[in-house]
């Protein structure tokens, strides 16, 4: 069984701030997304990530896939009240799909 | 932009029913999925389907669940005797046309099941 482990899994902070989310796991995945999830909704696709060392950046998001492909971060630069949100990542190998518990991020203004 | 639709978006049935759910994937995908998330629980893989089979189940999956593609456009979810415990939130998924691993799964916004 493949587990992926995400911490912290609640952040509340102030306008600003920065933040880093993490996504450790024993296993070796083929590749490994960042989702967001709003209440009542599905969760949506930010980013894949695939080679091991890959670093992505999507605006203020930046996401990091472990050397070893087995571990991932996604670090947030001056967050708004907007990335309130639940961010999950989500490893994949060899067809099976395993997600993380879950952030619960809160951004203050 | 194409996305993935699923009926009912709530269902309430009865212990011991039988529970169809419903997803329309992006049309041109090839790969489908589903998932459900308990509520405060993390989202959980059920099912992988390609090329009109399962291609891989979880320890969920058992043999109370069963995924069909009826037709061209629909994938369903049908649970047998349905649990309190089957009560969850359920996500289609779907992902293609290209096979790599860095094509993406589209969610749909899910089912909630409640068993009562």
């Known amino acids: 069984t493949q587990l992926l482990e995400q911490s912290p899994q609640f952040l509340s902070i102030q306008e600003g701030e920065n933040l880093t989310v993490y996504c450790n796991s024993s296993s070796v995945f083929s590749s490994l997304q960042w989702y967001r999830q709003e209440p009542g909704e599905g969760p949506v696709l930010l980013v894949t990530v695939v080679t091991g060392g890959e670093v992505k950046k999507l605006k203020r998001l930046t996401f990091q896939f472990g050397d070893a492909r087995k571990d991932s971060s996604l670090h947030i630069t001056a967050a708004q009240p907007g990335d309130t949100g639940l961010y999950l990542c989500?490893?994949?190998?060899?067809?099976?799909?395993?997600f993380g518990d879950g952030t619960t991020l809160t951004v203050k203004p | 932009e194409p996305e993935v639709t699923q009926t009912p978006s709530h269902q309430v049935t009865q212990m011991g029913q039988e529970v169809i759910l419903r997803c329309v994937p992006i049309?041109?995908?090839?790969?489908f999925y589903w998932y459900r998330q308990i509520l405060g629980q993390k989202v959980e893989f059920l099912v992988s389907?390609?090329?009109?089979?399962?291609?891989?189940k979880s320890e969920i999956f058992d043999d109370q669940f069963s995924v069909e593609r009826p037709d061209g456009s629909n994938f369903t979810l049908k649970i047998r005797s349905t649990k309190l415990e089957d009560s969850a939130m359920y996500f289609c998924?779907?992902?293609?046309?290209?096979?790599?691993?860095?094509?993406?799964?589209?969610f749909g916004d899910g089912t909630r099941l409640s068993i009562l």
């Open positions: 049309s041109n995908h090839l790969y």
């Open positions: 998924a779907s992902k293609g046309p290209i096979q790599g691993v860095d094509q993406p799964q589209h």
């Open positions: 989500k490893g994949t190998n060899a067809g099976k799909s395993t």
């Open positions: 389907f390609y090329n009109n089979e399962i291609s891989e």
